[in-house]
């Protein structure tokens, strides 16, 4: 076992002990969608909150980030950390909301219409992550990170009983090694949780990983692609995981192990405190469930007039006027390599955006919304639902993103501009299922 810990902790990786609610629980009621979709729709929480009402529930555990703005937050935060001690209390008595830990990972297979999605749920070093642009670590950021950003996220981690994974991590396995494997070994493995997910969320399944077996074979694939990487990206230092999704919560999770770790610098055992990890799936960049989307913008308070007018006339912009929303969503999709191409929506109006380049949309893009009130929108749905009814908003309809070059971007260049994509649409994010103690 010592060896074995000593594999995975080269690949910044660690066997958690696993938390998952007990068998009275009812799963679909349990289970929440991540806490940064649905921004801009106060009804999808509202479902929510309606489909947990009365039950154990991880919404009880998280805080949607639509409620950031409002002034209870030091109440909401203090309520979440109150019931995490409370399901914590009950775990050996007959009303046990969570079962004991078990020392163990989860092979996830989330049933979305695009397919099962494969995923292995671990937990990460995070001295072998640093988010910063520039960073030659084992764990690298995907969006530049805002620290202003931060601190919310911090607030509901510092001190946490109980931490709820929706990061997940990107693996360039380009043979699909890892899932196919991973899969066939754990045909006949225990079922961790099989159920529906509330609100149109598909379904999910995941397996206990748990036997030695389980975890050599997760080292021998990851050391085996954490080599590649060096010759793939022309590299010095090995580059393994991707943050696909969960970039900031990811780097709140590290600020709070850095002030932690000051804090008790010397301190005995301070090495292996469970705030030095972070629970996440690792996916497969190349698994054919794992579809990249845009994440589109949506300006408040901002005069579409004014806004195409002076997208016009920048050099080497054109914007024209289009018929229809079916029209503009083909118009945007259909660029050329030469020839970059995004929408404006505003209430009835739609106007097609042409500009030269053929790089990351968003790095075109987000330089001209500057100084306004934004918000990013998961999926096109919401975002025309959004800029139609919303007389001050103006929507930006970006296009299909390539997935392919990602890792080779991030290496060459380092992280892309804040949510420059979505793995799949809102609904097809990870849940809050499985936890682990943090601060106890």
């Given at each position: 076992?010592?060896?074995m810990?000593k ?6 990786v ?9 068998k ?13 979709q649905f921004?801009?729709?106060?009804g999808?929480?509202?479902?929510a909150?309606a489909?947990a009402?009365?039950a154990?529930s ?12 409002r002034?209870d ?10 019931t995490?001690?409370?399901?914590i ?14 020392q163990?990972g ?13 995923g ?10 640093d988010w910063?642009?520039g960073?030659?670590s ?9 620290p202003e950003?931060?601190p919310?996220?911090?607030d ?10 929706h990061?997940m991590l990107?693996v360039?396995?380009?043979?699909n090694?890892?899932m196919?494997?991973?899969e066939?070994l754990?045909a ?6 099989d159920?529906r997910?509330?609100?149109d ?5 995941g ?5 030695k ?5 997760i080292?021998?694939v990851?050391e085996?692609?954490a080599?590649l990487?060096?010759n ?5 230092n ?9 970039n900031h919560?990811?780097?709140?999770a590290k600020?709070v ?7 008790h610098a ?18 497969n960049?190349?698994d ?9 913008r949506?300006?408040?308070?901002a ?12 050099d080497g912009f054109?914007?024209s006027?289009v018929d229809?929303r079916e029209?503009?969503?083909?118009m945007?999709?259909?660029?050329g ?5 995004c929408g404006?929506v ?5 106007a097609?955006?042409k ?11 987000d ?21 139609t009814?919303n ?8 296009p ?5 070059t990602?890792f ?5 260049t380092g992280p892309l501009?804040?949510k420059s994509f ?6 097809e994010?990870?849940y ?9």
């Amino acid at each position: 076992m010592h060896e074995m810990n000593k594999r995975l902790a080269s690949v910044g990786v660690k066997i958690a002990h696993i938390i998952l609610p007990a068998k009275d629980v009812d799963l679909e009621k349990w289970a929440v969608i991540a806490c940064d979709q649905f921004t801009q729709d106060a009804g999808y929480w509202g479902a929510a909150e309606a489909t947990a009402r009365g039950a154990p529930s991880a919404l009880n555990l998280i805080y949607p980030e639509i409620y950031l703005g409002r002034n209870d937050k030091n109440e909401r935060v203090e309520r979440i950390h109150k019931t995490m001690r409370s399901y914590i209390e009950t775990m050996y008595t007959g009303n046990a909301v969570l079962n004991p830990p078990r020392q163990a990972g989860v092979f996830v297979e989330r049933m979305t219409r695009h397919g099962v999605r494969r995923g292995a749920l671990i937990a990460v070093d995070l001295e072998q992550y640093d988010w910063r642009a520039g960073s030659q670590s084992m764990i690298r950021a995907t969006e530049g990170t805002l620290p202003e950003r931060l601190p919310p996220r911090m607030d509901i981690r510092r001190g946490a009983a109980l931490e709820l994974p929706h990061i997940m991590l990107l693996v360039d396995d380009r043979e699909n090694i890892l899932m196919t494997l991973l899969e066939k070994l754990l045909a006949n493995a225990p079922t961790a949780y099989d159920t529906r997910l509330m609100l149109d969320g598909g379904s999910v399944r995941g397996r206990l990983m748990y036997r030695k077996n389980d975890w050599d074979l997760i080292s021998d694939v990851l050391e085996h692609l954490a080599r590649l990487s060096i010759n793939r990206y022309k590299i010095e230092n090995p580059f393994l995981f991707a943050v696909g999704d969960g970039n900031h919560s990811l780097a709140a999770a590290k600020a709070v192990w850095d002030e932690f770790k000051l804090a008790h610098a010397g301190e005995n055992g301070i090495e292996n405190h469970a705030a030095r990890y972070a629970l996440a799936e690792t996916v497969n960049l190349y698994d054919p469930a794992v579809v990249f989307e845009p994440i589109h913008r949506v300006a408040f308070n901002a005069d579409a007039d004014r806004l195409v007018k002076a997208l016009g006339a920048l050099d080497g912009f054109s914007v024209s006027d289009v018929d229809g929303r079916e029209r503009l969503q083909r118009m945007v999709s259909d660029a050329g390599a030469e020839e970059s191409r995004c929408g404006i929506v505003s209430g009835k109006r739609f106007a097609l955006v042409k500009y030269s380049g053929g790089g990351i949309a968003t790095a075109d893009i987000d330089p001209l919304l500057e100084g306004l009130e934004i918000d990013f929108i998961h999926g096109e749905e919401e975002l025309f639902r959004v800029a139609t009814e919303n007389r001050s908003a103006s929507g930006a309809l970006l296009p299909p993103f390539n997935k392919n070059t990602l890792f080779e971007t991030i290496a060459r260049t380092g992280p892309l501009p804040r949510k420059s994509f979505s793995i799949g649409d809102a609904r097809e994010k990870r849940y809050y299922l499985e936890c682990r103690r943090l601060f106890c």
